[in-house]
Each structure stands twice: as C-alpha cells, then as structure tokens.
C-alpha cells in the first residue's frame, strides 16, 4: 500500500528490519536422521551429496568493505548527518547468492519506475551497504552503495538512460481501484556525478513520490534516494555528489 501525502509533518520514517530464524537444536543435538548411535555409510550407500560452490567473482566488493565508502559524520556535508533511525547496514563479507528477480539485466519501463523507484532500478546486487541520512530539517535520505558482477553495473545505467525524456505522466488506481491518480515518470542525465549519472523522480499528486540519484564508479553503483512525505525533495544530486568521492 503506498503512503498517502498528508499536508501536516506528523510521523517517523522506519527502517527496514531484517529478521533471522535461528534453529531450535543445540549444535550437537541428535536428530531423528543422525544420532550418536547412526551406522555410518555402506558400499551400498549412496555418496553423500556435497553442495555446489557459489559462483564467487573476484571483482565484486563485499559488503563488509563497501560499508567503508559510505558518509559518517565527519565526511557528511554541512547540514547532514547520521540518521538516528535507519542504522548501517551491509551483506557482509560474502556475496549474496544470485536472484531471479529483479535482475539488474532486466527490461525496465517507466511503470516499473512508478511502482518500485530504486529497488526496480537497480535490481539486485552481489553485494551492498546501506545507511540513512538526515539533513537540518529530519528529512530522511537512503544512502545505498552496490556491487555488481563484471559488466552489470553498466548496464543498470544504461537500462534507465533509455528511459531518458521518454516516461511523462500516466495514472495509477486510487483506493477504489480507478485510474485516476496522475504520476509522472522523469529521467535525466547528471553531469559530473561518477563515470555516468542518472536521476529519476516518481512525482505523485495523491501519494508520496520518490526521487533518486544513481551514479556509476566501475563496477559499484551508489544510489541517494529522497521522498516528498513531507513537502518537498531533498537535494540528492548535490549530497550524492558528495557522497560519490569516497566509492572505490
């Protein structure tokens, strides 16, 4: 369900938790298929099946060094500063195991902008560091750094340049299920951001719009994304601009 846009600020942005299952058994605990008593294999057996290793390439930066690139206090540019909200957080040091969907080599039209703003744009990464900013006003900035296999960053930009000047308005259902809710869909280039910049910004008259910034440095994207819940876009060019000197 999208956020309607209230013309009063009253609310606090969340941050995304991400919860994991533990197992029930002690490490050493018998199990119905392996106790202290089990047989081991016979001739007859079956080989035991070993797991494929992940495909790992050595061009991808692990989260756990990504995090390193992102902004802290000290390098923040005046009037910004750590979000007390959205803590630091990254993949670790091993890469993410690959995804269906979305791909970073996938299609993408103006209505997958409208309906999934960054995560549609960037499809899912090897690798990733995230943290929340906030500048004088409490208006809340995802800050993201990403690492892509060989080859596919460039074509995340080169699948959103595409849509350059080509998206304008369309309409999406309201709480009724009716087309009549205006959202317009703009791209555009950013000079002197990265190797190569693009921004989006997903205008909503009835819901919270999203604007963003992506900007290329080899094979790492950095993203800065703002939305208007409370009146207006952060300036994401210039924080990402910023921002963008300290990704490897």
Not at 67 to 73: A, E, F, G, M, Q
Not at 152 to 165: D, K, P, Q
Request: proline share 7%.
């Amino acid at each position: 369900m999208r956020t309607v846009r209230f013309s009063t600020v009253a609310g606090v942005v969340c941050a995304a938790v991400i919860c994991v299952g533990c197992s029930s058994q002690s490490e050493g605990e018998p199990t119905a298929d392996r106790s202290p008593t089990a047989a081991g294999p016979t001739a007859d057996s079956p080989s035991p099946l070993i797991p494929a290793t992940p495909t790992v390439d050595p061009n991808v930066v692990p989260g756990s060094v990504l995090k390193t690139y992102l902004p802290t206090n000290r390098t923040l540019p005046r009037g910004w500063k750590l979000s007390s909200v959205s803590k630091e957080r990254d993949s670790g040091p091993t890469q993410l195991p690959e995804s269906a969907a979305p791909s970073p080599t996938a299609l993408l039209g103006c209505s997958q902008l409208a309906d999934g703003g960054t995560g549609a744009a960037l499809g899912n990464s090897a690798a990733y560091a995230a943290v929340g900013v906030a500048n004088s006003s409490a208006h809340e900035v995802g800050v993201t750094v990403r690492s892509y296999s060989t080859g596919e960053a460039s074509e995340v930009l080169r699948r959103l340049r595409t849509l350059e000047g080509v998206c304008g308005t369309t309409y999406e259902p309201n709480s009724s299920g009716l087309l009549i809710n205006p959202v317009t869909v703009t791209v555009s280039a950013v000079d002197g951001l990265g190797e190569e910049g693009v921004r989006v910004e997903v205008d909503r008259k009835a819901y919270v719009g999203e604007e963003f910034v992506v900007t290329r440095i080899g094979d790492r994207v950095l993203s800065v994304t703002s939305d208007n819940q409370y009146g207006g876009f952060a300036d994401v060019v210039a924080l990402a601009k910023s921002i963008s000197t300290r990704v490897k």
